[in-house]
């Protein structure tokens, strides 16, 4: 049998004559990129298609020209992208059959999609906060004031799903009284815009203070259905403040930027929720301490005051009375000595009277002698009559500066200041409180004496006789007689 060889160029024209119709042609190839490697500003790679096991169903090399490389990597830079061209990398790429003797069959690359290296749920999703962020919709809720203690909670979420056992079982372990309102709705899936909306309308009337939207992971087209304008909008005008926990670690759904804030998973969000109330708890506790700290330094203080108070006005009375006392008899004394000089003084002065009648009665004896024993009589008499006056007149002197009568006087003022002691020993203040009678402080330690400077919800200080009492004013009655 003959045989008819045919040399290599001969068979490599015609192979060329054959693909001639085809080359110069575009066309549009979606395939991953192997063994790339870029070498004076052109792109050198082989393109691939796998199965579902990674096996290699078709390979062509593929050649992106310097020029062609530039103009595409212009392209994704526009749409906010840079071009990734690493191995395993998805990529459009627009292509002409080339055919060369030497090299083979290849592909020339002219153009690249970006929807195809971004994927087209990513483009949808940009455009969606694209949309958003030209309305000012993005960070809107998140100005939405958040209350310090929320307590209605609303959770849109799927009844029975790992992300709202999650959030529930994290909110029933902490122990804080919650009241959450579940709003059961679809939250993956076709049905995904409906339940939401239901969910966050159920929850506006409901008026609750905050709403959790969570959902467990998925893949990313299972995120996509959250990935809706719509839903974003309803966020963004929301009243209230609405946290998304989308349990996704990679991936950020459209909705998380319009929420408040958003959370990788329903768990996080539902521990953010609880650590409010513990943060406040602690500060709570913190403000307790300080309060009791407070109050004890300044109850301290006030019995420090109060017994001092209560030890001066014994000391004080009993010193006043010892000074009363001390004070009588020096005014005793002293009146005993003036009542003393004043009797050795009428006392010389009478000596001095009694002298100077006698001097006088014999000078006027002796002048008169001549006049006669009647004269002699006369004058005997008259000096007699005025010893016996100037007498009387001592005596009535004497009996007026008798001791006892000042010793009455002493006894008398003793008898009153007695009297006071007793007065200040009955108005004692521990006294009253022995007989069942109390003092009521403020808390500021000020003595009440009216319901007026008392108001319900007060607390105030009551002082017995053998120690106090810590009340609450629940009301004030006035009394009967007004």
Not at 94 to 121: F, I, N, T, W
Not at 263 to 289: C, G, H, K
Not at 401 to 424: G, K, M
Request: charged share 30%.
């Amino acid at each position: 049998m003959s045989r008819t060889f045919f040399s290599l160029s001969a068979v490599a024209r015609r192979i060329e004559d054959y693909l001639r119709p085809a080359l110069g042609r575009s066309f549009w190839v979606k395939a991953e990129i192997s063994s790339g490697r870029e070498r004076r500003g052109a792109f050198y790679c082989d393109l691939v298609e796998t199965d579902a096991e990674g096996g290699i169903l078709a390979q062509l090399r593929c050649t992106i020209w310097a020029s062609d490389l530039a103009r595409m990597r212009r392209a994704f830079e526009t749409v906010g992208l840079d071009l990734d061209l690493g191995d395993g990398t998805l990529v459009g790429l627009q292509c002409q059959l080339q055919y060369h003797p030497r090299h083979g069959l290849s592909l020339k690359g002219l153009d690249m999609d970006p929807g195809v290296a971004l994927g087209e749920l990513e483009l949808r999703r940009r455009k969606i906060l694209e949309a958003l962020q030209k309305d000012g919709l993005v960070g809107r809720n998140a100005r939405v004031p958040v209350p310090l203690l929320p307590n209605r909670i609303g959770l849109v979420a799927s009844r029975g799903s790992a992300a709202y056992h999650d959030v529930v079982d994290t909110l029933l372990d902490s122990g804080f009284g919650l009241r959450v309102y579940v709003a059961d709705s679809v939250v993956q899936g076709p049905g995904a815009r409906r339940g939401v909306l239901d969910g966050l309308r159920a929850c506006r009337r409901a008026g609750v203070e905050l709403v959790l939207l969570v959902r467990g992971g998925g893949s990313r087209s299972d995120l996509a259905s959250l990935d809706d304008e719509v839903v974003a909008r309803e966020i963004a005008a929301a009243e209230f403040p609405v946290w998304t926990g989308i349990g996704h670690e990679t991936d950020t759904s459209v909705l998380d930027f319009v929420a408040g804030r958003a959370f990788r998973t329903p768990t996080a969000a539902a521990e953010a929720l609880v650590a409010r109330f513990a943060e406040v708890e602690l500060r709570l506790e913190r403000a307790s301490q300080r309060l009791r700290s407070i109050w004890n330094l300044q109850h301290g203080a006030q019995r420090r005051f109060l017994s001092h108070a209560t030890t001066g006005m014994r000391q004080g009375s009993r010193k006043l009375l010892a000074m009363r006392r001390s004070e009588l008899r020096t005014g005793a004394e002293r009146v005993r000595a003036r009542a003393n000089g004043r009797l050795a003084l009428e006392g010389q002065r009478l000596g001095q009277w009694r002298a100077r009648c006698g001097a006088l009665a014999v000078a006027r004896l002796g002048r008169e002698r001549l006049t006669g024993s009647a004269l002699r009589d006369r004058l005997v008499r008259g000096g007699r009559e005025a010893l016996r006056g100037r007498g009387r007149a001592f005596g009535v002197q004497r009996r007026r500066l008798r001791p006892l009568r000042f010793l009455s006087r002493v006894e008398a003022e003793s008898r009153a200041l007695e009297q006071r002691a007793r007065a200040l020993r009955a108005a004692d203040p521990e006294r009253a409180l022995a007989r069942g009678f109390s003092l009521v402080f403020n808390s500021s330690g000020d003595l009440i004496r009216s319901i007026d400077r008392v108001s319900a919800g007060q607390t105030t200080l009551t002082r017995l006789a053998d120690g106090q009492l810590e009340s609450v004013v629940h009301k004030t009655l006035e009394s009967d007689d007004g």
